[in-house]
């Protein structure tokens, strides 16, 4: 042992195995608790060999991956290092990053119904459930958006955005912190496809006695099927709306006077008139942004 005097700490030396990543002892903990191992071993294939890994292993091993920071199948070898991490959880395998591949393709492999798939919303279904049932929220917020999952796939297709990859949907409920729903796209799907389709996707998984009373989200979702079916839920909603003609001609007849700075100082105006998107059933408030200070980036350098 060394004794260390100036900031009276003791250095030992010993035998036990550490781990730089004792934190995720708590999500396997927290992957338990909720039922996950049991969940996924009811709904996922379960594999074709005696041999073969519970769905489970694989699920639990990707999540404490990504969990841990992990970002490709090739970082599993890192967990699988972790002989502390492993025996304080009480894991003695950890499929290699091959094995993960092939399960996650059979998974999603469409002659087969995508059967993994399939059965990861149910678990994904049922745990929200259990988690939106204990709350004592009534009415909660959705915020709904498109991920851009950039991908090296052979088959991914091109975004929007010019990167090959994926698009999925995610609508999460702000108050509870949960995705409930999510639906993968590919890349080359627009955003804005089926996003009344996907709202009610997302209001059929609330429970009973509780409902979706707001609704947030960018300009994909300025529609005006979705805009009717919001006001006839009594949805209050904030959508941005695409700066088109008829909005453009909305901003132009603000006069200067309408223009208030929400708070002094704070670099921008607001303004708030009345506009009316073709096939909705009524006007709606546009709350219109302008700044009065140019927008300075922290870190441009001086000029």
């Known amino acids: ?58 699920v639990d091993s990707l999540v404490l991956m990504l969990q841990g920071g992990g970002r490709t199948l090739e970082d ?21 990053s091959d094995s993960v591949g092939d399960w996650l393709r059979r998974m999603g492999d469409a002659e087969r119904g995508q059967s993994g798939l399939i059965g990861l ?27 851009q999952v950039v991908a090296e796939k052979r088959d991914a297709r091109f975004t929007y955005q010019g990167l090959k990859g994926y698009m999925p949907m995610l609508g999460f409920l702000f108050e509870a912190g949960v995705c409930v729903y999510d639906e993968f796209r590919e890349g080359n799907v627009p ?7 996907f709202y009610r ?20 979702s300025y529609q005006a099927d979705l805009i009717n079916a ?9 959508i941005t709306a695409n700066k088109d003609k008829a909005v453009k001609a909305a901003i132009a007849i603000v006069s200067d006077h309408e223009w208030k700075e929400p708070v002094v100082g704070c670099g921008y105006q607001v303004a708030e008139t009345v506009h009316t998107m073709n096939r909705t059933n009524k006007a709606f408030r546009l709350i219109i942004k302008r700044w009065v200070l140019p927008r300075l980036d922290l870190f441009d350098e001086p000029k």
């Open 76 to 96: 599993l070898r890192e967990l699988k290092c972790e002989g502390g991490l492993m025996k304080m959880i009480g894991r003695e395998q950890i499929p290699d």
């Open 230 to 238: 919001l006001e006839t839920d009594g949805v209050l909603w904030a």
């Open 121 to 147: 919303g149910a678990v994904r279904d049922l745990l929200n459930r259990r988690i939106l049932e204990k709350d004592e929220v009534k009415e909660y917020t959705l915020d709904a958006d498109a991920t």
């Open 1 to 58: 042992m060394i004794r260390q005097t100036v900031l009276g700490f003791k250095i030992e030396r010993t035998d036990e195995e550490l781990t730089a990543h004792g934190g995720l002892a708590l999500m396997a903990e927290y992957n338990h608790g909720i039922g996950l191992k049991a969940l996924v071993d009811e709904y996922l294939p379960k594999s074709g060999s005696n041999r073969g890994y519970a769905p489970s292993v694989f």
């Open 191 to 197: 955003p804005q496809a089926s996003q009344l389709a």
């Open 201 to 220: 996707a997302c209001q059929e998984r609330i429970p009973v006695g509780k409902k979706i009373g707001r609704y947030r989200a960018d300009s994909a």
